[in-house]
């Protein structure tokens, strides 16, 4: 079986929209992780600040880094979203993952969203189910 | 004041990760939208299929065309989204929106997202509040 | 292996909190439920309007039947409820329950809640887990 | 206008239902609630644990108070809430909330449930939006 960071190792390797997002580890073991991507003009809306998708992509792969990083493939099966704080160009967005909950079968995590201010721009809940098969 | 067709046009005009997204709008009015996009590579995670992210950016989307295009600027507050099926390369996306609910403050709104085969890929719920600014 | 009938009654025995709340079943089958209430004064916040509490603990009781119903024991793992209308004294609610997924591990949800004039008062989600207890 | 202490008072008042809860206020200011319940055995489900509606009971009024004691009267308008652990007849649940956000128009908070262990038995989050009335 892989550890932690073999795992996201690999599912980062051809994972392409993650490329594009430009995502980055910055810290990582089982059950959490953080990491983070810079805002760029392509991730802008028509108000010119960054569309609630980025903020909700990079939370979407804190929780399966976080979720993954125990050995079982683990598949998200609700989250929810609150934009509490505009994003700007440039921005620099940090998601860590807090483990609220897990049992053998689903896993509770609450992802924090801030800014290279420190501030908050949003926070994610997720819900995970692990399923039998392991990664290898 | 403008009308629904042309706030989103608004809204659509420099928005660059719409544009990324290559989003398509099927049809418009007050408090309704229904658009599409079409999965591309750059859109996979790592295991081939669509990342979590792609679905709630064009059911985000859809949420603020619909609640937008009654003339105030609309914010969404809180959002979530069950994805319930995996979303392959090259397949069409479709987002609708059902507006649940409308006072002049809030309003609640299901997106269902569904694929080319007319199945189910994610169920999204978003709540909006209406600001008293005018689009114009 | 119990049907959906039997199943419901043995959950509703005993069921104290249930009884508070004068659970009445319409309809049930596999999968699916339609249940009622009527709201009387101990259901009332200080607004004299029914307790928000009220319309949820009827919605999740028409999650557990219907997920139970197959003959799994479900657990409630995430839910949901937007309030859009008040509910007042004597009014009679009703939540029925609709299925948008069902895999062998985990179901999905959304049940509407409807008072006596057929107007929606609010609505739910939920997703539930089937453990491998068969109800016997 | 009235102090956080007086508004919660007046909600309470003839709030029949938060008699039959016996609901506890531990602590008290504005935008931050603590209270309590105990749990008896009109408040279990079939299974001879609480109902999931209890804990929710509890968590809603924690955020009707919390939002409430600004001095503008607030209404809910989104909540979720994930149940992570049984819940047994005697126990006694606490409710404390974490303001995430405020402007003058909407408020998220966060409410944790636990037990009189302090473990957590289930998360809790709502979103509020803030009216023109004010308490008086």
Redesign the interface.
Known sequence: MLNAKEIVD?????????S?LEINIIDLHEGYCKISLKVN????????I?????S??LA??AL?FAANSYGKKAV??????????KVNNHDTLIAETNE??KTN??G?Y?ITITNQENL?VA?F?G?V?FSEKNWN
């Open positions: 690999k599912m980062l390797k051809n994972d392409s929209f993650s594009w003009e392509s991730m802008l809306n028509g108000f010119s960054a569309h609630g998708g980025i909700y992509s979407d792969s399966a998200s099966i609700e989250t929810s979203i609150s934009h509490i704080k609220l909950n079968k689903t509770l609450s908050a926070y809940k819900t189910y």
